[in-house]
Nanobody, 111 residues
Framework: VQLVESGGGLVQPGGSLRLRCAAS????????MSWYRQAPGKERELVAS????????NYADSVKGRFTISRDNAKNTVYLQMNSLNPEDTAVYYC?????WGRGTQVSVSS
């Protein structure tokens, strides 16, 4: 039973990244999924969430209009498309079912 994030990296301000979280060992399609992030010296915060069938999404105010969460239940995968990145988006990004967490992927936004 695990979640494995990928797709992080270093990007310039204004750039884009697409994070991917691959799930295994459980019935992925039954669970709502979320992306969280934790910046250095800050608490972990909810970035975006999506319902089990993908029909409902929710976003933190700080990322609305820039980030898009989606999922492919046939591939047991949830995505986070991040556009117009700025240095304040620098953090470790985690996906979660709320009872299971991945190890995170680092996103760094810097010129």
């Amino acid at each position: 039973v695990q979640l494995v994030e990928s797709g992080g990296g270093l990007v310039q301000p204004g750039g884009s990244l697409r994070l991917r979280c691959a799930a295994s060992g459980f019935t992925f399609s039954r669970y709502d999924m979320s992306w969280y992030r934790q910046a250095p010296g800050k608490e972990r915060e909810l970035v975006a969430s999506i319902t089990s069938a993908g029909g409902g999404t929710n976003y933190a105010d700080s990322v609305k209009g820039r980030f898009t969460i989606s999922r492919d239940n046939a591939k047991n995968t949830v995505y986070l498309q991040m556009n117009s990145l700025n240095p304040e988006d620098t953090a470790v990004y985690y996906c979660s079912t709320n009872w299971l967490w991945g190890r995170g992927t680092q996103v760094s936004v810097s010129s």
